[in-house]
């Protein structure tokens, strides 16, 4: 079976529901995944955005969300999910949070990547946890990635 990632809130490709976005309640999206490989132990979920600020000139990868050390039998999150499972941890996004920080694009229309990766270990010793410290830690460790695009431009933009 492939590890693929969903979510029964947009279609690959699709709109984000602005419920998810700043203009809507900013919380996180529901997500669903399968496929998991036998010998995972842990995931990691990055959502990120490579359109910022503009998309017809980008000039950085602004992270949304960022969660490690999910439990393997996990398979996906509910909307706006507050309680993390077993030993999730969050890391640190672009906005120096630890929490979901949804689309909320300048100008245009950005593309939401959440890339979903499965890992031999668990990811220890990472403080805070940003996006380059958790890429170099899965370096060598992931088993299997999939990945869910969204998009999502603001009202008058």
Request: one cysteine or more.
């Amino acid at each position: 079976m492939a590890f693929t990632i969903t979510s029964p809130a947009f279609a690959p490709n699709g709109k984000i529901p602005s419920l998810y976005t700043c203009e809507g309640q900013d919380i996180s999206p529901p997500l669903e995944w399968t496929g998991v490989p036998m010998a995972t132990k842990s995931l990691v979920l990055i959502v990120d955005d490579p359109d910022a600020p503009d998309p017809a000139h980008p000039r950085m990868t602004w992270v949304h969300w960022i969660l490690y050390n999910l439990p393997p039998d996990l398979s996906g999150l509910p909307a706006g999910v507050s309680v993390l499972p077993g030993t999730t941890v969050t890391g640190i996004n672009d906005w120096k949070r630890k929490d979901y920080g949804g689309p909320c694009p300048p100008i245009g229309r950005h593309r939401y990547f959440f890339k979903l990766y499965a890992l031999d270990r668990l990811l220890d010793h990472l403080t805070p946890g940003s996006k380059d410290q958790i890429e170099s830690a899965i370096r060598g460790h992931v088993l299997a990635a999939t990945e869910i695009i969204g998009t999502y431009q603001k009202a008058g933009s």
